[in-house]
């Protein structure tokens, strides 16, 4: 670059905000990472059902996540007042049946996970740098935006809600997430205390979990959870 020209440069940069705003474009952030020990609560709220019938399975209105490095337990809460206690590791989870009370394993779909890395949120996946919006504010705080139309949301080929616009918004000081929008749900997120000691998945959920993750990736560096 010609010196000579900075000046004139700096001067066009002082009077044109286009230029100005240029300048302080912010680059797409990633999904923040909580700490080893960690736990958070996801409050789910969906559009209420104008006439509701009997037969509606009942729905998740709320999961309490506890971390211990890379396992996870989960407690989801329904909206009759059951409680479906699971536990997890990557894109693997075993939650107890609530009418048979067994274990039972499976896996979440569409996301790219190798042995020994931590998901914290494995429903935030579809997320991409290009789908970076730009900065707003929510409940007074900085945030960062991020938009995608239904067809990038992965696993949703045939779902009835494409079309809608999902949104993410995560804390500009910490990355986590405040609030997901899927187009239909609306997940809202309050971190809390960590644990005050390392989880210990019950044998139960950790035999399954192995039995399952064997069957799932078996040969392939598969590795039991002790």
């Known amino acids: 670059m010609n010196l000579k020209y900075l000046p004139i440069l700096l001067a066009l940069a002082v ?19 909580t700490p080893d020990l960690a736990s958070w609560t996801i409050q789910i709220t969906r559009p209420s059902t104008s006439n509701p019938t ?4 009942p729905n998740i209105v709320e999961v309490r996540i506890t971390k211990s490095k890379t396992i996870q337990r989960r407690i ?107 187009g239909s749900e609306t997940h809202t997120y309050t971190f809390g205390e960590p644990p005050a000691a390392p989880l210990s998945m019950p044998a139960e959920f950790r035999q399954e979990l192995n039995r399952h993750r064997q069957a799932m990736f078996a040969p392939l560096r598969y590795q039991a959870i002790r």
């Open 54 to 57: 009997e037969d509606e399975a």
């Open 15 to 33: 009077g044109n905000p286009i230029l100005l705003w240029a300048q302080k474009e912010v680059k797409p952030p990633g999904v923040g990472q």
């Open 76 to 182: 989801y809460v329904r909206d009759d007042g059951e409680k479906i206690e699971a536990w997890a590791v990557g894109i693997y989870e075993v939650m107890r049946h609530p009418t048979s009370n067994n274990c039972v394993g499976h896996t979440k779909e569409g996301i790219d996970w190798a042995p020994g890395e931590t998901i914290d949120f494995p429903e935030l996946a579809w997320f991409k740098p290009q789908h970076f919006a730009g900065e707003d504010t929510y409940d007074g705080k900085p945030v960062f935006v991020f938009l995608a139309s239904a067809d990038n949301l992965a696993g949703h080929e045939q779902d009835p809600r494409w079309g809608k616009t999902a949104r993410l918004l995560l804390d500009a000081g910490t990355k986590l997430p405040v609030l997901y929008y899927d």
